[in-house]
């Protein structure tokens, strides 16, 4: 069965502190997602990508990095994380059509990660 | 930016009554999907329909899509106390390859 893991279920940490969300998938997939839900505010989309080392800003991405050194392995990160920041994270990823960069198709989404910054 | 809004934001029905969720949507679309999301979890993706279909079914549930009025909608029927979740529908804009949210849902069934 295809899966998509998040590091943490549930994580706490400082204003300030340099935080790391990690997100690996077993399903060879293309492309990855990193989304931030909020109550009222639905899902927004912090940072995708369609190949390795390849990453593209999504609606949020300030106060957001990236990383995907490895095709199953894309990593959050927060430089100096805020109380704004935090939220539920959640990884997702899905193929890549051919001739497109993004395919459109399903996202595999993992569990998520509660983050709350104190 | 938010692509696909759903209606109503709650739900609260009987078991066994029929649950229609409805998503409207701005601009053109390749495709329409539709995700459930138990408390505290992650999506799970249901269904896709593509610009070019009219309706799609899966188990109990029945997706429509009215691309000339820019909605769709998502019908649960008989529906069991484990449907309760939130349903999110989500697009992506032609040319574009982001696929984005609406803020969902909430469902609850009643046993």
């Known amino acids: 069965d295809v899966k998509v893991t998040q590091s943490s279920r549930y994580l706490v940490k400082r204003t300030g502190e340099k935080v790391f969300l990690e997100c690996v998938q077993d399903?060879?997939?293309?492309?990855m997602f990193w989304y931030r839900q909020d109550p009222g505010l639905g899902l927004r989309l912090i940072y995708f990508?369609?190949?390795?080392?390849?990453?593209e800003k999504g609606d949020i991405p300030e106060g957001y990095s990236v990383s995907r050194e490895k095709k199953e392995r894309f990593s959050l990160i927060l430089e100096s994380a805020s109380t704004n920041q935090t939220s539920m994270y959640l990884c997702?990823?899905?193929?890549?059509?051919?001739?497109?960069?993004?395919?459109?198709?399903?996202?595999?989404f993992g569990s998520g990660t509660q983050l709350s910054v104190l | 930016s938010q692509q696909g809004e759903e209606d109503p934001q709650a739900l609260s029905i009987q078991e066994g009554e029929n649950a229609t969720m409805n998503c409207s949507y701005k601009?053109?679309?390749?495709?329409l999907q539709w995700y459930r999301q138990n408390s505290g979890r992650g999506l799970v993706h249901l269904i896709l329909?593509?610009?070019?279909?009219r309706e799609k079914h899966s188990g109990r549930l029945r997706v429509t899509l009215d691309t000339s009025k820019k909605s769709s909608s998502l019908l649960i029927t008989a529906s069991r106390a484990a449907d309760t979740a939130s349903y999110f529908c989500?697009?992506?804009?032609?040319?574009?390859?982001?696929?984005?949210f609406g803020k969902g849902t909430k469902l609850t069934v009643n046993p």
């Open positions: 997702a990823s899905s193929i890549q059509a051919a001739n497109i960069r993004i395919s459109n198709e399903k996202l595999f």
């Open positions: 399903m060879d997939h293309e492309n």
């Open positions: 601009t053109s679309i390749n495709n």
């Open positions: 989500a697009t992506c804009q032609g040319g574009s390859e982001k696929l984005v």
């Open positions: 990508s369609y190949d390795v080392k390849m990453k």
């Open positions: 329909i593509r610009s070019n279909e």
